[in-house]
């Protein structure tokens, strides 16, 4: 589905990635681990096309994507779901959610998922019509993966989705992000909770530095000495 090759991408004079190369197949759920500062959401900008790489390429499905912009990359079937969530606190729940439907704009499509959303968060639809400020930020956090959702993707990135979130909120949102994944839909997904997220996902990769130190199955990860000694405090 995604072809990472040999990027290399950063912020005016400074490199932050280093030939990067990773792939996630189609229906696969890949999680990308390293510390603060090693390239993981510099990498999810490089292919929502939000930063653009200076060297190698990225296709996806056959589309090579560092050539396009990042409202283009969204209809080519890819929606991010960012660091920090970035809602707009004062509009209500729905209409966040909403705004999702913007690569498509199918009043039916958007029905269906907006109704997925709230099967897969319940408490969404009770609260949808509060400002999305009012909410706790767990809530928040389902909000903005929901408002991805609409966009009705076949890749889904998400750039650490329990950051500051209650353990109990985390286990419910990487749950959530499993089931997404059980539905069909492919993730990318950077987690800080190392465990949890290799406990869900198929493959893995660990950034440092910004290069692609480990990688292999994540069943493979988890029992690694060297992951279990950085992020797994073994």
Known sequence: ???VDNVSAGYDAVN???DVSITANPGELTVILGANGAGKSTLFRTISGLLRARSGSITYEGTQLHRLKANKVVRCGIAQCPEGRHLFPKMSVEKNLRLGSYPHRDKQKTERILGEVFELF???KE???QPAGSLSGGQQQMVAIGRA????????ILDEPSMGLAPIVVDQVLAAVAQINDNGIGVLLSEQNARAALSIAHRGYVLSEGRVVLS???ADLLV???VQAAYLGL
């Open 1 to 3: 589905m995604l072809s």
């Open 16 to 18: 932050v990635l280093h």
């Open 122 to 124: 319940p408490i969404l």
């Open 127 to 129: 609260k949808a019509g």
């Open 149 to 156: 959702l609409v966009s009705d993707p076949s890749l889904l």
């Open 216 to 218: 292999g199955d994540a």
């Open 224 to 226: 690694n000495p060297e």
